[in-house]
């Protein structure tokens, strides 16, 4: 079972930031959250991860509470062609490796 | 440019064969995972594998087999005995660590 919980569309205007919310009240202490977003019919693109610290990268800044049970996704300055499905995962430990858990994700519309 | 190619793109089947998808990293990745993904749905693993010659099931292996004779090669059958075939299939892989996955652009399968 996903181990995130994310509302299942959001809007947003151009040019605006886009803030996405996920909750992950069960994160264990060594699981980091990651973000992927998918395009319609294509593969999933790698955003952004962390543990406990804020992050940011060229394309998004992760912004993790400090009880790390929930993080918001942030894209600055929206354009159309971030309109996607925005997944919030957690990363878990499995075997020797790690597995992400995938949920439904956020439908995330950008309008002009 | 290193990276995760998948073919085909498009994929047609008639009931009752057998069918495979090829997925091959040149990313020097160890472990290579393949999901299957239903309209407005997230992923759901298959098979995945961590190792030359070992793989593991995921949650939907049943009518699914897989293969891992080479490090860059991790193909997938969708055999007869899968009663809903018709869906689109992602491959990835990852590095030991830190890092996310990497996917490919996808295999959309229909059976006719």
């Known amino acids: 079972d996903a181990k995130t919980t994310q509302p299942p569309s959001m809007d947003c205007a151009e040019g605006r930031a886009a803030n996405l919310p996920c909750n992950h009240s069960t994160i264990s202490g060594n699981e980091y959250v990651y973000w992927y977003r998918q395009i319609h019919s294509q593969g999933p693109q790698y955003i952004i991860h962390?543990?406990?610290?804020?992050e940011t990268n060229e394309m998004a800044s992760l912004i993790i509470t400090e009880d790390r049970k929930s993080s918001t996704l942030i894209l600055p300055h929206a354009t159309l062609r971030d309109t996607a499905v925005y997944y919030c995962?957690?990363?878990?430990?499995?075997?020797?490796?790690?597995?992400?858990?995938w949920g439904a994700g956020t439908k995330l519309i950008i309008k002009p | 440019d290193g990276g995760i190619t998948q073919s085909p793109k498009y994929l047609f089947r008639k009931e009752g064969q057998n069918v495979t998808l090829s997925c091959e990293q040149n990313?020097?990745?160890?472990?290579m995972y393949w999901y299957r993904q239903d309209p407005g749905q997230g992923l759901r693993l298959i098979y995945y594998?961590?190792?030359?010659?070992?793989?593991q099931k995921g949650d939907i292996a049943e009518g699914y087999s897989v293969s891992r004779e080479k490090k860059e090669s991790f193909p997938l059958t969708v055999t007869s005995a899968q009663k809903n075939p018709t869906a689109f299939y992602l491959c990835?892989?990852?590095?030991?660590?830190?890092?996310?996955?990497?996917f490919g652009s996808g295999t959309r399968l229909t059976v006719v």
């Open positions: 995962i957690v990363r878990v430990a499995h075997d020797s490796n790690y597995q992400l858990i």
């Open positions: 990835a892989s990852s590095s030991r660590g830190e890092g996310g996955y990497t």
């Open positions: 594998s961590q190792i030359v010659n070992d793989f």
């Open positions: 962390g543990l406990k610290n804020n």
């Open positions: 990313l020097n990745h160890d472990a």
